[in-house]
């Protein structure tokens, strides 16, 4: 359900990527800003683990500071949208 919200609320697709992760989906924050998240889910003793990937031409279209405090922005969304899907804990 959570990465379903992801895909409505940032306009994402669901594609097929070299990484080899469980769930991956490409977001659409911004014009022209496309962000690659990769997710693994939990297996054995590792922790499940997600990872975001910018394009390389993200700071041709937007400066290296707004794209760090995008990426910011958008981890802390996911760190809120996960606690509303039960699948965090409060700090």
Do not use: Q
Not at 39 to 46: H, I, K, S, T
Not at 50 to 58: I, T
Not at 68 to 82: N, Q, S, W
């Amino acid at each position: 359900d959570l990465f379903e919200d992801l895909i409505h609320i940032f306009n994402g697709e669901k594609v097929n990527s070299a990484y080899e992760s469980d769930i991956t989906l490409v977001l659409h924050p911004l014009p022209r800003v496309p962000i690659l998240i990769c997710y693994w889910n939990p297996d054995g003793e590792l922790k499940s683990d997600l990872n975001l990937f910018f394009d390389s031409s993200a700071t041709d279209n937007l400066g290296i500071e707004a794209v760090y405090y995008l990426g910011t922005g958008i981890t802390r969304m996911f760190g809120k949208l996960a606690l509303r899907h039960g699948l965090a804990s409060t700090p």
